[in-house]
Structures are given as structure tokens and as C-alpha cells.
């Protein structure tokens, strides 16, 4: 059964104290009131929809100094509380604020270690921190030490108020240099700079992809070719939910399942991430 790479813990009182959030739910035609209530929406989804798990991503960004974003932080306690009823299909991501230093790196350390995280998501574009800056540098290091694979925001979806460029899928050329034993996944593929992002991909080994927050249809073809050929080993199912529904996505992929090799339909929805996480 299909594993969802890249689900966010959002809920509709969630997204009404945040207004980059919410201008993406508006760039993408959601409704408020269709929003998640609790974390229970999101087991009926992916019930619905025939998933079998979802790594749910956590935020960190006490210490970014973007006001938009005073909001956005879901501490890595609160999350595993959230998810407490559901550990056999929720999987957890620890998210943590680079700019906070040391404090991140002991979060980081209390979320693996004592809650037993899987693994951690940074979005550089809202922390303002290039992948490849010193902080960052401590955290991968952690996650190394630990065997969990690191989520990065590559490129851009619909959120707004805060600059792309930190999230350049390139910078993670070096940050895969640096820890080559680290698995790495450039989320949303790095677009709109998404070729980029299949040559960091390929030529590193510990470097995957995820397609999260694009419907199927609206894939480019060159990413497509990619995930039949050489890549069809490192790249991952996502949906972004609750942006992009997983029943939506499930309905659109088998509209245009055609473009996909058989056997490249299982690794994209499955083993990939199943390998990757050690499922």
C-alpha cells in the first residue's frame, strides 16, 4: 500500500494564525471550512484513499525572524502527542529552527532520541538559512549519527511571504558532499529549478526526490523520464496534504498512471520509502 512522504499536521485553527498558509490554501482554491479538524481527518483520508502510512512533518521556527511566520512552529512534543493513537500510521518528522543554535540541535537530539522521531524536515526558505550554512551542517550531522533521512523545502509550491532562493535545490550538492552517508530528500523536486534537482540526484546516491505538492497530471515530462530511467529508485510519493488531498492525488495518478512503468508505479508509491525508512 502506498506510503505518503510529505503530509503536514495542519488544521483549520492552524491555518487562521497563518497567513502565508492560508494565502496557499487560497492559491490552491481550498475552502477553510474543507480543512482538517484533527489529526483523525487525516486517518478517514488516508483510509479513503488507500494509504497505508504518512510521514507527518514537523516546523521549527522560533527564532526566524520573518514575522509572517510567528506562528508556523509546532513544537516536536506537541506533534508526538498528536499523533500518540496513531503510531502504527503516522510516522513523524522532527522539526527544528536552525537559527536557534544549540537549542535546536538539543531539540533535535530530544525528538530522536526520547521521542523517537524518524527523521527531520527543514524548510530554508522560512527559517532563512541556506542548506549548506554551519547550523544546518550540526543537524545533519545529528541525523547521520542517528540513520534519518533529512527533508529539505527545495524550490517553491504556493508559499508565499518569505524569498525561494534559500532553497535552491544546488546547495544540497554540497551538503550531500559532506555527508555521504546521509539520506537527503529534495522536496517538491526543487522546483522551479527541478533539473537541478534530478542531477544533485543523480549524481549522489544518498540524494531522493519527492514529488509532493503537484497533482500527477501537472508533473513535467522531463521529471517523468527521469522517474521511468535512472531515477526510478529515488523518488518518492507525496501529496503535501493537506494542500493537495490524498484522495485527490490517488484519483488524478490513475488517470495518468499510463506514463508510468509498471513496475516504477511500485517503487514510486511504496518500496522507495519503505527502503528509505527502513520500513
Not at 38 to 47: R, S, Y
Not at 58 to 64: I, L, V, Y
Not at 184 to 205: C, S
Amino acid at each position: 500500500m502506498p506510503i505518503d512522504i510529505h503530509v503536514h499536521p495542519w488544521t483549520k485553527e492552524f491555518v487562521s494564525r497563518n497567513p502565508p498558509v492560508l494565502d496557499a490554501c487560497n492559491f490552491f482554491g481550498i475552502k477553510q471550512a474543507d480543512l482538517p479538524l484533527t489529526v483523525k481527518d487525516l486517518i478517514e483520508e488516508m483510509n479513503k484513499a488507500g494509504i497505508e502510512k504518512s510521514i507527518v512533518l514537523g516546523q521549527g521556527a522560533q527564532n526566524t525572524r520573518n514575522p509572517a511566520f510567528r506562528n508556523y512552529t509546532i513544537p516536536n512534543d506537541l506533534l508526538r502527542k498528536m499523533l500518540r493513537n496513531f503510531e502504527d500510521r503516522l510516522i513523524p518528522f522532527a522539526g527544528v529552527d536552525p537559527n536557534s543554535g544549540e537549542i535546536a540541535l538539543r531539540e533535535l537530539r530530544h525528538a530522536l532520541k526520547d521521542l523517537e522521531f524518524k527523521g527531520l524536515k527543514i524548510h530554508s526558505s522560512v527559517n532563512e538559512v541556506y542548506p549548506d550554512d554551519p547550523r544546518v551542517n550540526l543537524l545533519c550531522e545529528l541525523c547521520q549519527e542517528f540513520e534519518v533521512p533529512v527533508m529539505f523545502h527545495t524550490g517553491t509550491t504556493a508559499l508565499g511571504n518569505c524569498d525561494i532562493k534559500y532553497s535552491k535545490p544546488e546547495y544540497l550538492d554540497d551538503v550531500a558532499n559532506d555527508f555521504p552517508d546521509l539520506k537527503i530528500i529534495l522536496a517538491h523536486f526543487g522546483w522551479p529549478w527541478y533539473e537541478v534537482a534530478i542531477a544533485v540526484a543523480l549524481r549522489h546516491k544518498n540524494v531522493f526526490l519527492d514529488i509532493s505538492g503537484w497533482k500527477p497530471r501537472y508533473l513535467p515530462e522531463t521529471l517523468i523520464r527521469y522517474i521511468n530511467g535512472p531515477l526510478q529508485g529515488k523518488v518518492l510519493f507525496g501529496t503535501d496534504y493537506p494542500m493537495i488531498r490524498q484522495t485527490e492525488w490517488m484519483h488524478d495518478f490513475r488517470s495518468v498512471s499510463r506514463k508510468f512503468k509498471p513496475q516504477v508505479v511500485e517503487k514510486l508509491l511504496e518500496s522507495n520509502a519503505k527502503r528509505l525508512l527502513k520500513l
